[in-house]
């Protein structure tokens, strides 16, 4: 299967840059007249990036077709009630998820501040982006005056700005049932939608698409080497996907050799548990649709759901 998204879009400015340099050549008259080669070539460059937007629209509406002829998967509702679950046992350390929209702590590992349900974080954009939508719908909250603190620390460890009040507010914003919506509908937006309908375009099954919503959750939706989108190419370019031929249960392990081998460059000595003693288990036994009863470990720690 063809997936439009990340990648494709990415290679738009290459696209719009290679028609810019070679249609105006093509007739001597505009080379002869620098006046219209200037005024012909960003007309030129504007259609060429309209048309690849266009075409790029049109894979993706392809695509959305094809997730729609597909089964729900992770997105079922109890089944996407387990991968918070899931998700948060390595996040927060209990499968109770709905405990946690009030949770803010700086873990030390360079990401700043991290909060909430899916460990939105101040140094990573995730946390700004969410209190900035929120804001456009609700002004008045008590993290709006921290807007310009957390402009100012994305990207870092900083808390400049952020202390003492931050996480009090962050506390007591929590509190807010509209808050604790817009947290939710932040986790989906940019972490599980994305990754279950990029996981189906390749042909996995409801394992496969918590597999690839936790690599999103932890690395992020980038396209660098430790970013989601790297990882999965850097899988894609060992094992095939079941989309393109291959076996679904090798290409989710190879995915999980790489994803652990960009854990431990990024954090030595890290507990990789939430993938070996979690998804390879499940894998090693063959239960591709996240069936329950479900028994894994996190850190030490066993959790059951029935």
Same mark, same amino acid.
């Given at each position: 299967m063809k997936r439009a998204g990340v990648l494709l879009l990415g290679a738009l400015p290459v696209i719009a840059a290679g028609v810019y340099f070679v249609v105006p050549g093509s007739s001597s008259d505009a080379a002869d007249d620098p006046a219209a080669t200037s005024a012909s070539a960003p007309a030129t460059a504007r259609s060429a990036r309209d048309d690849a937007k266009d075409r790029a629209e049109e894979e993706r509406e392809a695509d959305d077709a094809i997730v729609a002829d597909l089964p729900a998967g992770l997105a079922a509702p109890a089944k996407k009630e387990l991968a918070q679950q899931l998700v948060s046992s390595a996040e927060n350390s209990t499968t109770r998820w709905r405990t946690a929209y009030g949770s803010i702590e700086d873990l030390g590992d360079g990401d700043g501040y991290t909060a909430?349900?899916?460990g939105f974080c101040t140094g990573t954009h995730d946390l700004l982006t969410l209190v900035e939508r929120y804001t456009e719908d609700r002004p008045d909250n008590g993290l709006a005056d921290y807007l310009p603190a957390l402009r100012e620390v994305d990207g870092s460890d900083s808390h400049e700005g952020l202390?003492?009040?931050?996480?009090?507010?962050?506390?007591? @914003? +929590?509190?807010? &049932?509209?808050?604790r919506e817009a947290q939710e509908e932040e986790r989906d937006r940019v972490y599980f939608e994305p990754a279950v309908r990029l996981a189906k375009l390749d042909g996995l099954g409801t394992l496969g698409q918590f597999v690839y919503y936790d690599a999103?959750?932890?690395?992020?939706?980038?396209?660098d080497a430790e970013g989601f989108y790297g990882l999965r190419e850097r899988a894609m370019s060992k094992a095939k996907t079941p989309g393109q031929g291959g076996s679904?249960?090798?290409?989710?392990?190879?995915?999980?050799?790489?994803?652990?081998?960009?854990? @431990? +460059?990024?954090? &030595?000595?890290?507990?990789?548990?939430?993938v070996g003693t979690a998804q390879r288990r499940f894998l090693a036994a063959g239960n591709m649709e996240l069936a329950t009863p479900l028994v894994w470990e996190m850190y030490g720690d066993t959790y059951r759901v029935p």
């Open positions: 909430g349900i899916i202390d003492p009040g931050f996480t009090a507010a962050w506390r007591a @914003e +929590a509190e807010v &049932p509209a808050f999103m959750v932890f690395h992020g939706p980038d396209t679904e249960k090798a290409y989710l392990e190879t995915f999980l050799d790489v994803r652990e081998q960009a854990m @431990e +460059a990024k954090r &030595p000595g890290i507990d990789t548990s939430r």
